[in-house]
Nanobody
Framework: QVQLVEYGGGLVQAGGSLRLSCVAS????????LGWFRQAPGKEREFVAA????????YYAASVKGRFTISRDNTKNTMYLQMNSLNPEDTAVYSC??????????????????WGQGTLVTVSS
């Protein structure tokens, strides 16, 4: 089973950028679809972005589209989330998730079983 660990969270000023990484261990990483979710204090977890097994298909929440970019490097068993033009509303714990289905359609509503522990992103105004 794939296991996930996130890196790259921290404190950044509004308007700044940050890149998160999600490093996987375990078999068949390259066949999994992957995604990012976030949970702000006192709020429900929300979908951020997803990417297919090959990286050829991506899908974004409307709130981050045009500002965030999801990518993956299967040779390094790593997925990335490049976050630009950050604002305080982006403050949250960001978690990566994996699913054995290789395609991205419907990722945001699947019953996902594989999660990382999360990394905190704080955007100051």
């Amino acid at each position: 089973q794939v296991q996930l660990v996130e890196y790259g969270g921290g404190l950044v000023q509004a308007g700044g950028s940050l890149r998160l990484s999600c490093v996987a261990s375990g078999p068949s990483f390259s066949s999994y679809s992957l995604g990012w979710f976030r949970q702000a204090p006192g709020k429900e977890r929300e979908f951020v972005a997803a990417i297919s097994w090959s990286g050829g298909s991506t899908y974004y929440a409307a709130s981050v589209k045009g500002r965030f970019t999801i990518s993956r490097d299967n040779t390094k068993n790593t997925m990335y989330l490049q976050m630009n033009s950050l604002n305080p509303e982006d403050t949250a714990v960001y978690s990566c998730a994996a699913d054995a289905a290789p395609y991205v359609a419907g990722f945001h509503v699947r019953d996902l079983k594989i999660w990382g522990q999360g990394t905190l992103v704080t955007v100051s105004s």
